[in-house]
Protein backbone atom coordinates (compact mmCIF):
# COMPACT_ATOMS: atom_id res chain seq x y z
CA UNK A 1 0.00 0.00 0.00
CA UNK A 2 1.38 3.77 -0.70
CA UNK A 3 0.85 4.99 2.50
CA UNK A 4 2.60 2.25 4.15
CA UNK A 5 5.45 2.32 1.57
CA UNK A 6 5.49 6.18 2.41
CA UNK A 7 5.93 5.21 6.49
CA UNK A 8 8.96 2.88 5.77
CA UNK A 9 10.69 5.25 3.99
CA UNK A 10 10.18 8.30 6.51
CA UNK A 11 11.17 6.06 9.26
CA UNK A 12 14.79 5.06 7.20
CA UNK A 13 15.39 8.66 6.41
CA UNK A 14 18.90 8.67 8.54
CA UNK A 15 19.34 4.86 8.40
CA UNK A 16 21.39 2.79 6.51
CA UNK A 17 21.25 1.76 2.75
CA UNK A 18 23.55 -0.17 0.08
CA UNK A 19 24.33 -1.41 -3.01
CA UNK A 20 26.64 -3.94 -4.54
CA UNK A 21 30.00 -2.24 -5.33
CA UNK A 22 33.20 -2.08 -6.58
CA UNK A 23 34.80 1.04 -5.03
CA UNK A 24 38.03 2.60 -6.56
CA UNK A 25 40.33 3.67 -4.21
CA UNK A 26 39.42 7.41 -5.03
CA UNK A 27 35.84 7.40 -3.80
CA UNK A 28 34.09 9.74 -2.31
CA UNK A 29 33.03 10.16 1.47
CA UNK A 30 30.44 12.07 1.14
CA UNK A 31 27.54 13.02 -1.65
CA UNK A 32 24.61 15.10 -2.41
CA UNK A 33 21.98 14.13 -4.85
CA UNK A 34 19.76 16.66 -6.02
CA UNK A 35 16.30 15.72 -7.90
CA UNK A 36 14.42 16.87 -10.86
CA UNK A 37 11.33 19.38 -10.59
CA UNK A 38 12.39 22.63 -12.97
CA UNK A 39 11.59 26.07 -11.11
CA UNK A 40 11.21 23.57 -7.78
CA UNK A 41 14.39 23.12 -7.79
CA UNK A 42 14.84 26.50 -5.56
CA UNK A 43 13.79 24.84 -2.69
CA UNK A 44 17.32 22.23 -3.37
CA UNK A 45 18.82 25.50 -3.08
CA UNK A 46 17.15 26.84 -0.05
CA UNK A 47 18.00 23.23 1.68
CA UNK A 48 21.65 24.12 0.81
CA UNK A 49 21.99 27.58 2.36
CA UNK A 50 20.82 25.89 5.56
CA UNK A 51 23.26 22.76 5.00
CA UNK A 52 26.49 23.73 3.05
CA UNK A 53 26.11 27.92 4.02
CA UNK A 54 25.09 27.51 8.07
CA UNK A 55 26.54 23.42 8.89
CA UNK A 56 29.08 23.67 6.51
CA UNK A 57 28.40 20.55 5.39
CA UNK A 58 30.88 19.65 2.11
CA UNK A 59 30.52 16.88 -0.26
CA UNK A 60 33.21 15.65 -2.52
CA UNK A 61 30.87 14.04 -4.89
CA UNK A 62 28.02 16.04 -6.59
CA UNK A 63 25.41 14.30 -8.63
CA UNK A 64 22.28 15.54 -10.16
CA UNK A 65 18.93 15.47 -12.69
CA UNK A 66 17.41 17.98 -14.64
CA UNK A 67 17.33 21.41 -12.55
CA UNK A 68 19.03 19.20 -9.87
CA UNK A 69 22.15 19.24 -12.99
CA UNK A 70 22.76 22.54 -12.88
CA UNK A 71 22.61 23.20 -9.27
CA UNK A 72 24.93 20.45 -8.94
CA UNK A 73 27.50 22.10 -11.71
CA UNK A 74 27.14 25.07 -10.14
CA UNK A 75 28.04 23.95 -6.31
CA UNK A 76 30.98 21.63 -8.79
CA UNK A 77 32.70 25.09 -9.65
CA UNK A 78 33.95 26.28 -5.95
CA UNK A 79 36.82 24.38 -4.60
CA UNK A 80 36.51 21.23 -1.76
CA UNK A 81 36.49 22.96 1.50
CA UNK A 82 34.35 26.02 0.83
CA UNK A 83 30.88 24.85 1.28
CA UNK A 84 29.34 28.59 2.76
CA UNK A 85 30.71 30.08 -1.03
CA UNK A 86 29.38 27.47 -2.74
CA UNK A 87 26.12 27.85 -1.25
CA UNK A 88 26.16 31.56 -1.34
CA UNK A 89 26.99 31.67 -5.34
CA UNK A 90 24.21 29.41 -6.05
CA UNK A 91 21.89 31.05 -4.02
CA UNK A 92 22.77 34.19 -6.36
CA UNK A 93 22.33 32.21 -9.17
CA UNK A 94 18.70 31.85 -8.33
CA UNK A 95 18.06 35.15 -7.32
CA UNK A 96 19.07 36.16 -11.03
CA UNK A 97 16.38 33.58 -12.33
CA UNK A 98 13.73 34.60 -14.35
CA UNK A 99 11.05 32.82 -16.32
CA UNK A 100 12.70 34.50 -19.61
CA UNK A 101 16.05 33.41 -18.74
CA UNK A 102 14.85 30.16 -19.26
CA UNK A 103 12.39 29.83 -21.95
CA UNK A 104 10.41 31.51 -24.39
CA UNK A 105 7.64 30.77 -26.95
CA UNK A 106 8.84 30.02 -30.62
CA UNK A 107 8.35 33.28 -33.13
CA UNK A 108 5.97 33.78 -34.48
CA UNK A 109 3.89 30.67 -33.91
CA UNK A 110 4.44 30.14 -30.64
CA UNK A 111 3.06 26.78 -29.11
CA UNK A 112 1.85 26.02 -32.49
CA UNK A 113 5.13 25.39 -33.74
CA UNK A 114 5.43 22.34 -31.23
CA UNK A 115 4.27 20.65 -34.13
CA UNK A 116 7.25 20.55 -36.40
CA UNK A 117 10.20 21.95 -33.29
CA UNK A 118 11.65 19.33 -30.81
CA UNK A 119 9.79 21.17 -27.80
CA UNK A 120 6.71 23.21 -26.66
CA UNK A 121 9.13 26.37 -25.95
CA UNK A 122 12.63 27.70 -27.08
CA UNK A 123 14.67 27.29 -24.49
CA UNK A 124 17.72 28.88 -26.38
CA UNK A 125 17.68 31.39 -23.43
CA UNK A 126 18.83 28.65 -20.71
CA UNK A 127 21.08 27.27 -23.38
CA UNK A 128 23.04 30.18 -23.55
CA UNK A 129 22.47 30.85 -19.99
CA UNK A 130 24.32 27.60 -19.06
CA UNK A 131 27.18 27.92 -21.53
CA UNK A 132 28.13 31.64 -20.45
CA UNK A 133 28.09 31.05 -16.51
CA UNK A 134 29.63 27.61 -16.09
CA UNK A 135 33.38 26.94 -16.08
CA UNK A 136 34.34 23.59 -16.77
CA UNK A 137 37.64 24.01 -15.90
CA UNK A 138 36.96 25.57 -12.29
CA UNK A 139 34.50 22.20 -11.81
CA UNK A 140 37.65 20.02 -12.66
CA UNK A 141 40.15 21.59 -10.61
CA UNK A 142 37.38 22.32 -7.66
CA UNK A 143 38.79 18.54 -6.28
CA UNK A 144 34.96 17.51 -6.19
CA UNK A 145 33.42 14.92 -8.47
CA UNK A 146 30.54 15.35 -10.90
CA UNK A 147 27.62 13.34 -11.99
CA UNK A 148 25.27 14.80 -14.46
CA UNK A 149 22.45 12.08 -15.90
CA UNK A 150 20.98 12.61 -19.76
CA UNK A 151 18.93 10.05 -21.58
CA UNK A 152 19.42 9.49 -25.53
CA UNK A 153 15.87 10.20 -27.67
CA UNK A 154 17.50 8.05 -30.31
CA UNK A 155 18.34 4.91 -28.60
CA UNK A 156 16.74 5.14 -25.04
CA UNK A 157 19.96 5.00 -22.96
CA UNK A 158 21.46 6.89 -19.79
CA UNK A 159 24.40 8.51 -20.01
CA UNK A 160 26.10 9.97 -17.40
CA UNK A 161 28.89 12.71 -17.58
CA UNK A 162 31.22 13.19 -14.96
CA UNK A 163 33.92 16.36 -13.99
CA UNK A 164 36.19 14.97 -17.03
CA UNK A 165 33.59 14.95 -19.78
CA UNK A 166 34.34 17.24 -22.73
CA UNK A 167 31.65 19.74 -23.78
CA UNK A 168 30.07 19.66 -19.34
CA UNK A 169 28.03 22.93 -20.18
CA UNK A 170 26.02 20.19 -23.06
CA UNK A 171 25.70 17.73 -20.94
CA UNK A 172 23.98 19.81 -18.34
CA UNK A 173 21.87 21.09 -20.93
CA UNK A 174 20.60 17.82 -21.59
CA UNK A 175 19.74 16.81 -18.10
CA UNK A 176 18.13 20.02 -17.54
CA UNK A 177 15.78 19.51 -20.94
CA UNK A 178 12.48 19.26 -19.23
CA UNK A 179 10.55 16.57 -21.35
CA UNK A 180 9.18 17.44 -24.51
CA UNK A 181 8.76 21.02 -23.02
CA UNK A 182 12.52 22.40 -23.34
CA UNK A 183 14.24 21.99 -26.25
CA UNK A 184 16.89 19.14 -26.28
CA UNK A 185 20.50 19.10 -26.69
CA UNK A 186 22.03 18.76 -29.78
CA UNK A 187 25.28 16.08 -29.22
CA UNK A 188 26.83 14.42 -32.13
CA UNK A 189 24.15 13.22 -34.22
CA UNK A 190 21.31 12.47 -30.97
CA UNK A 191 19.20 14.38 -29.28
CA UNK A 192 19.91 14.06 -25.46
CA UNK A 193 17.34 15.32 -23.10
CA UNK A 194 16.31 15.52 -19.14
CA UNK A 195 17.43 12.28 -16.81
CA UNK A 196 14.51 12.17 -15.23
CA UNK A 197 13.06 10.15 -17.78
CA UNK A 198 15.22 7.24 -16.29
CA UNK A 199 16.35 8.73 -13.24
CA UNK A 200 14.66 11.71 -11.20
CA UNK A 201 16.96 10.87 -8.41
CA UNK A 202 20.52 9.70 -9.49
CA UNK A 203 20.62 7.84 -6.06
CA UNK A 204 22.73 5.46 -7.65
CA UNK A 205 25.45 7.26 -9.26
CA UNK A 206 25.80 7.94 -5.63
CA UNK A 207 26.33 4.96 -4.75
CA UNK A 208 28.11 3.37 -7.80
CA UNK A 209 31.22 5.85 -7.08
CA UNK A 210 31.48 4.78 -3.30
CA UNK A 211 30.08 7.48 -1.55
CA UNK A 212 28.87 6.33 2.17
CA UNK A 213 27.13 9.07 3.16
CA UNK A 214 24.61 10.79 1.31
CA UNK A 215 22.10 13.76 1.57
CA UNK A 216 19.11 13.23 -1.24
CA UNK A 217 17.32 16.27 -1.81
CA UNK A 218 13.90 16.20 -3.54
CA UNK A 219 11.95 18.95 -4.95
CA UNK A 220 8.07 16.74 -3.98
CA UNK A 221 7.59 14.01 -1.75
CA UNK A 222 6.94 11.04 -3.88
CA UNK A 223 4.55 9.37 -1.63
CA UNK A 224 2.63 12.01 -1.30
CA UNK A 225 -0.67 12.80 -2.71
CA UNK A 226 -0.41 15.79 -4.78
CA UNK A 227 -3.30 17.52 -5.72
CA UNK A 228 -4.01 18.58 -9.50
CA UNK A 229 -7.01 20.85 -10.44
CA UNK A 230 -8.44 19.04 -13.85
CA UNK A 231 -10.77 22.14 -14.67
CA UNK A 232 -10.22 23.50 -17.61
CA UNK A 233 -6.84 21.61 -18.06
CA UNK A 234 -5.40 21.57 -21.65
CA UNK A 235 -3.14 18.65 -23.14
CA UNK A 236 -0.68 21.53 -23.13
CA UNK A 237 0.56 22.29 -21.02
CA UNK A 238 -1.42 21.20 -18.15
CA UNK A 239 -2.12 17.78 -18.59
CA UNK A 240 1.79 16.74 -20.32
CA UNK A 241 3.12 18.81 -16.79
CA UNK A 242 0.93 16.76 -14.60
CA UNK A 243 1.99 13.32 -16.78
CA UNK A 244 5.34 13.41 -16.39
CA UNK A 245 5.11 14.65 -13.05
CA UNK A 246 2.83 11.18 -12.05
CA UNK A 247 5.60 9.36 -14.12
CA UNK A 248 8.65 10.96 -12.45
CA UNK A 249 6.89 10.12 -8.74
CA UNK A 250 7.07 7.02 -9.26
CA UNK A 251 10.62 6.97 -10.96
CA UNK A 252 11.76 8.14 -7.50
CA UNK A 253 9.65 5.65 -5.25
CA UNK A 254 11.51 2.95 -7.61
CA UNK A 255 14.67 4.63 -6.41
CA UNK A 256 13.78 4.55 -2.50
CA UNK A 257 12.08 1.24 -2.62
CA UNK A 258 15.17 -0.73 -4.15
CA UNK A 259 17.59 1.50 -1.97
CA UNK A 260 15.53 0.25 0.96
CA UNK A 261 15.63 -3.35 -0.50
CA UNK A 262 19.24 -3.70 -0.59
CA UNK A 263 19.54 -1.90 3.06
CA UNK A 264 17.70 -5.30 4.20
CA UNK A 265 19.40 -7.71 1.95
CA UNK A 266 23.01 -6.09 3.39
CA UNK A 267 22.27 -8.25 6.62
CA UNK A 268 22.36 -11.40 5.09
CA UNK A 269 24.78 -10.89 1.86
CA UNK A 270 28.22 -9.48 2.49
CA UNK A 271 28.55 -8.14 -1.58
CA UNK A 272 26.06 -5.26 0.01
CA UNK A 273 27.74 -2.48 1.25
CA UNK A 274 25.16 -0.03 3.88
CA UNK A 275 25.18 3.44 3.60
CA UNK A 276 23.80 6.48 5.46
CA UNK A 277 20.94 8.55 3.71
CA UNK A 278 19.51 11.50 4.36
CA UNK A 279 16.66 12.44 3.02
CA UNK A 280 15.30 16.20 2.57
CA UNK A 281 11.93 17.36 0.64
CA UNK A 282 9.25 19.51 0.89
CA UNK A 283 6.37 18.95 3.92
CA UNK A 284 3.38 19.68 1.57
CA UNK A 285 3.97 19.89 -2.24
CA UNK A 286 5.06 22.92 -3.78
CA UNK A 287 1.63 24.41 -5.69
CA UNK A 288 4.17 26.23 -8.53
CA UNK A 289 3.94 25.77 -12.16
CA UNK A 290 7.40 24.01 -12.94
CA UNK A 291 8.30 26.24 -15.84
CA UNK A 292 6.96 28.95 -14.16
CA UNK A 293 10.25 31.00 -12.78
CA UNK A 294 8.61 33.88 -11.34
CA UNK A 295 11.10 35.32 -8.86
CA UNK A 296 8.20 35.65 -5.97
CA UNK A 297 7.13 32.17 -6.14
CA UNK A 298 11.24 31.02 -6.25
CA UNK A 299 12.21 33.27 -3.06
CA UNK A 300 8.89 31.06 -1.37
CA UNK A 301 10.46 27.94 -2.75
CA UNK A 302 13.94 28.90 -1.27
CA UNK A 303 12.29 29.85 1.89
CA UNK A 304 10.56 26.78 2.16
CA UNK A 305 13.94 24.43 1.81
CA UNK A 306 15.74 26.23 3.75
CA UNK A 307 12.66 26.30 6.85
CA UNK A 308 12.15 22.36 6.30
CA UNK A 309 15.90 21.54 5.92
CA UNK A 310 16.17 22.13 10.01
CA UNK A 311 13.31 19.92 10.17
CA UNK A 312 14.41 17.15 8.41
CA UNK A 313 18.20 17.35 10.10
CA UNK A 314 16.62 17.40 13.40
CA UNK A 315 15.14 14.39 12.62
Known sequence: MPGRDQCQIKLRRTTSRDQIEEVSDDKPRRAL???GGGSKGAFEAGVLQRLMGE??????????????????????????GQPREAAAKLRALWDTVTTEKVH???FPFGNVAALWKTSVYDSEPLHRWIR?????????????????VSVSLGTGETFVANEQTPGLAEWVIASSAFPVMLTPASIGSDLWTDGGLRTVTPLGE????????????????PFAKSPF???????????????????NGEVNRAD?????????????????????IRLFQPSAPLPFDPLDFDPGNLRKMIDAGYAQSAIFAAV
Not at 206 to 212: H, K, N, P, S, Y
Open 256 to 276: LRIAGLKNDLSQLRPEYRKVK
Open 55 to 80: EQRDYDLLCGTSVGAINAAYVAQTPL
Open 206 to 221: AIRAGADDIDVVLCSD
Open 229 to 247: EVKDAHAIPQLLLRSIDVM
Open 33 to 35: VLS
Open 104 to 106: RRW
Open 132 to 148: SDLDAAAVRASGRQLRI
